[in-house]
């Protein structure tokens, strides 16, 4: 997912309210993600990969240990505050994350084989922020999401977690969640704004490497 435009640990443990601590040593676990990793271009809208459902993560090894690690360092060149795998054209239901709650606190983790739990009527409240995506670069359009979302998967050693948001967070979660599925935002946009998107898309050349759609 793509930070909206300004205009003016690996062994992370559940915490007592059976969610994950995704906050403590933040900075410290995200650089050394990204120090071991090797930054990849961005897949872009039209890549087969962006556009089906990925396949499970069923082995938790070194080599998906360096995907995560190549994500943060993506992500990282991108400036963006989440990671879809099929993003870095890689066919795996994982993602990352270094995103700040609307309260500014920070987030950094990974989430494999994540699903999105639905949100219970009673705490569905609908923000209609911007969104953008890394996989649609210089784009944004409104798009109405819940403020809270809560995602259960399993971390990079195949232990189970659920990460809970609010605002941009939940945001985030939803929106990277959806990739793994298959989903771009703009794909639930109308079909006005979709073009929209993709128009603003065109008129502007992306701020970090990306693979050419042949």
Known sequence: MAQQPVFDQDDEQQVNDGFVDDITD??????????????????????????????????????????????????????????????????????????????????????????????????????????????VPGAYAPLARPDYAVVRGQDAQGNPITVRGTGYFARCLQHETDHLYGYLYIDRLSKRDRKDALKQMAEREPRYPVVAND
Do not use: W
């Not at 897949?43 to 396949?55: A, D, F, Q, R, S």
């Open 26 to 135: 933040a900075d410290a676990r995200e650089k050394a993600h990204r120090e071991r990793g090797t930054s990849r271009p961005i897949t872009v809208v039209g890549n087969p990969v962006l556009h089906k459902e990925c396949k499970d993560v069923t082995e938790f090894d070194d080599k998906l240990a360096q995907l995560i690690d190549d994500m943060f360092a993506s992500q990282r060149t991108a400036e963006g505050v989440g990671l879809a795998a099929n993003q870095i054209g890689v066919d795996l239901k994982v993602f990352v994350y270094d995103c700040m709650d609307d309260e500014g606190v920070r987030h950094v983790g990974a989430v494999c084989n994540p699903v999105l739990e639905e949100v219970p009527v009673e705490r569905r409240v609908l923000d209609d922020s911007n969104e953008g995506c890394l996989s």
